[in-house]
């Protein structure tokens, strides 16, 4: 079975720091693009940040640039998302996604394997 399975998320005061992880189970990561999008209550589904394995591209929502790092260990099969100095705007369920390469990284129809998302709360 493809699945991309999250993990990491938590309570976290504003300012503090969370990592998110995506391991890739049933297939290899080397060749897809994985997204990170978030649903905050209320609201849509939006991307936030991706990254392309085969060539190493980025990608992120401007309003994380500089406060997010996604990266990938091959090793691990694993993309990760690392979020710094947290907003209480950045509280929602956070979703890894799994597709071919895409011009579109933060189209959700470039993605076609999703997983069951896990919650950041951002709050003192």
């Known amino acids: 079975q493809v699945l991309p399975v999250e993990s990491g998320g938590g309570l976290v005061q504003p300012g503090g720091s969370l990592r998110l992880s995506c391991q890739a189970r049933g297939f290899r990561l080397d060749y897809h693009l994985i997204g990170w999008f978030r649903q905050a209550p209320g609201k849509v589904r939006e991307g936030v940040a991706s990254?392309?394995?085969?060539?190493?591209?980025?990608y992120y929502k401007d309003s994380v640039k500089g406060r997010f790092t996604i990266f990938k260990d091959l090793t691990k099969n694993t993309v990760y998302l690392q979020m710094n100095n947290l907003k209480p705007e950045d509280t929602a369920v956070y979703y890894c996604?799994?597709?071919?390469?895409?011009?579109?990284?933060?189209?959700?129809?470039?993605?076609?394997?999703w997983g069951q998302g896990t919650q950041v709360t951002v709050s003192s």
């Open positions: 990254i392309k394995n085969h060539a190493g591209m980025t």
């Open positions: 996604a799994s597709g071919p390469p895409s011009d579109s990284p933060f189209a959700e129809w470039s993605y076609d394997y």
